[in-house]
Structure formats: C-alpha cells, structure tokens
C-alpha cells in the first residue's frame, strides 16, 4: 500500500498507508465513537464536508452489506481509521470495504493512531486537514490544511438534498411531507413503518408547496453543516409553524429552533457516536442515543421564547430537545431512528403521529 500523511491545520502531523480512493482529500476532521454502523456512517449525508476519523481500532470486518445504507451513495470526505480489515466475514457480505470505498470515490488512511488524534481534536477543537500521498514539506502541507474551508457559513444542504419530489407508503394511513435536508433512509423507513405515506421534497421547496400536500405532519431531517447560514430553510419553517405538526431531527431540530427565535453555535468537537447519554427531563429517564452533529442550540437563547426545553446532554448539558408551548411543534438533536446506534428512542415517531 502506498504510503501516505494526514496533517491538520495546526501542524500535526501521521504518517499511514492509503487505501480507498488514491486522491488527495480535505475536509473538517471529526472523531466518531461508535463500534459499528461504518457502512451508516459513510452514507450519512451530514458528514457532507467532514473526514471521519473511527476511535474504534478495527474497521471494515464486516464489510459492506446491502441492507445498511442510508442514501445511495458515500458522503464523507476523507475516512480515517487504525487498521481496516482487508478480509471481511459477514453472511450479508456483498463487497469489501475498500472496494466500497474506490468504487465511491472515498479517501481512506489506515495506521493512523486515531485515539492520539482523537485526543488533540478533542483538546484543540475541531479542525480542517488533508490525506495526501505528495511528498511536500512540512509547512506546505500545513498551509494546505489551512486553506481547507471549514463548514461554518456554507450551505452543504443543497449538495444532499432531493432534486425531485419522491412518494413511499402510497396509500397509507397518514401523509407526512419530509423536507429533506440530508435525511438518513431510516428516518423514511421508519415513517413508512408506523403507516405513514411520506413524501419525500427538496429543502428548496416553498411552504405554499407543502401545504399544497395537504400532509398530517412535516419532518424536518437531518442534514449537514452550518444551520444559521440556512436562511431559505428557516424561513419556510417559520411560516409553516402552527400550520402543521412539526417535527425536528438533528439539522432539523436546530432549523426549527432558528425559526422560533433560538440561536445556534459551533460546539468545540461536536458529538459523533451512537452512545451519547441523554436526560428526559420530563420523565428523568436517561436515553443512549445516536449523534451526529457539530452545532448546537443556545440554552439561554431558549428564554423568553414559546419553548419548553424537554432533554439535556448528560455529558456537557447541551440542549438536545424542546417543544413549543403554543403549536403541534418539538425537536431532538440526536437520531430516534438510530441506524446506526440504540432504538431507545423509537417512540418519538409515534409521538409525532399522536399529534396528527
């Protein structure tokens, strides 16, 4: 394997071997907790801008099945991880995960020490690097990390989002209008599960026009980058608010609570794993749940607003949901439809649909 250099903008610096796709990548890197779920974690459209780097020391085991995508095609940037295995064993096995990999385009770099890496990214904060195989100096390769463009300011939605409007469940019992952002598969699957029809439309799409479907509810999905730079997406919110039950997941959750007045912020490192502990401060249950996200809302901005925060991060205190006091509205930050990650928090889809 050909040998190669992850560098960050700060001027660290690991040597490895690439694997994947043989180009140069760049992005912001993040470091993701979770054992398994690499094939979810790879069609996640929320990772649109980042490199992902796995603390799980063994990746690619099981290689790459049919039945765990979550959009139909890789997102990340650049994926990063110890040591990738090159002979997978799965009954569901269709292809390798460097196959997967090349064929999609993906960068990889493998014997990197991810927990040191994890360690700096969680003590500096996030930052932009770049996988290259050139054999450029040192201060080269910082000021090319550099000049990486973070995701604070950018529109990414529109890179994932729907170009047509698709219909799943035709038929069904209930309609809900999904404005997608980047929405996982599961967030679909698990509508369609529940006997909702749901219309799948572009996040360009207007509030006349998801009115016009006449739907029970609005899901609003996750999705990636910066929520404040996403000024078409709050407005529609706004003027559907009280109109229709809404419900926000992730990218979704934050939209929603930029539409009701709420700020957001750049959390230092973000939460990326599928074993993040949240407080249900209505019933003081605690949740493990799935999290991908590196903006948050502002606690106090909740204040003086028709929100009732209902769950906190029991890591950081981090606000993870809320719902308004006056119309069918609320949110979580983290992913009830898990994929990958624990299913303790399926029934929220039900919640959603008791409000219709």
């Known amino acids: 394997m050909k040998k190669a250099k992850l560098i960050l903008e700060d ?11 043989e180009k140069e ?21 929320s990772y649109k801008g980042e490199m992902v780097c796995m603390t799980y020391p063994l990746i690619g085991n099981y290689g790459i099945n049919a039945d765990d995508f979550e959009s139909a095609k890789a997102h990340v940037n650049g994926f990063i991880v110890k040591e990738f295995a090159e002979e997978p064993e799965s ?11 090349k064929e999609n385009g993906i960068t990889a770099i493998s014997g990197i020490d991810t927990r040191a890496l994890t360690k700096i990214l969680r003590s500096q904060g996030t930052m932009t690097g770049i996988i290259t195989t050139e054999n450029l100096s040192r201060q080269k390769l910082i000021k090319q990390a550099q000049a990486v463009p973070g995701l604070s300011g950018r529109d990414l939605v529109a890179l994932v989002s729907s170009k047509e ?14 404005l997608d952002c980047g929405a996982k598969t599961n967030i679909k699957n698990s509508l369609v599960k529940r006997n909702c029809e749901v219309i799948i439309v572009p996040a360009s799409t207007s509030a006349q026009e998801i009115i016009n479907f006449e739907a029970d509810g609005l899901m609003l999905s996750n999705g990636p980058g910066d929520p404040a730079a996403l000024d078409y997406l709050i407005n529609t919110i706004a003027e559907l608010l009280g109109k229709i039950p809404i419900f926000g997941i992730c990218l979704g959750h934050q939209l929603l609570g930029l539409a009701c007045g709420a700020e957001t912020y750049k959390l230092k490192f973000g939460h990326h794993g599928a074993n993040h502990p949240v407080k249900d401060l209505v019933t003081n249950r605690v949740y493990i749940t799935s999290q991908n996200h590196g ?62």
């Open 295 to 356: 903006y948050a809302i502002k606690a106090d901005s909740l204040t003086d607003l028709d929100l009732e925060l209902t769950h906190l991060n029991v890591n950081d205190q981090t606000v993870e949901g809320f719902k308004h006091q006056k119309y069918p509205a609320f949110s979580v930050q983290y992913h009830p439809e898990a994929a990958p990650g624990p299913e303790d928090s399926h029934y929220l889809f039900d919640q959603f649909i008791a409000m219709f």
């Open 25 to 45: 990548s760049s992005g912001e890197i993040v470091f993701n907790t979770s054992m398994t779920g690499y094939q979810e974690i790879l069609t996640d459209p």
């Open 165 to 178: 409007v698709k219909t799943y469940g035709l038929g069904n019992k209930y309609r809900v209008v999904l």
């Open 91 to 101: 009954w569901r096995l269709k292809k390798k995960f460097d196959q997967y990999l």
């Open 11 to 21: 001027g660290s610096l690991f040597k490895g071997e690439i694997f994947g796709a």
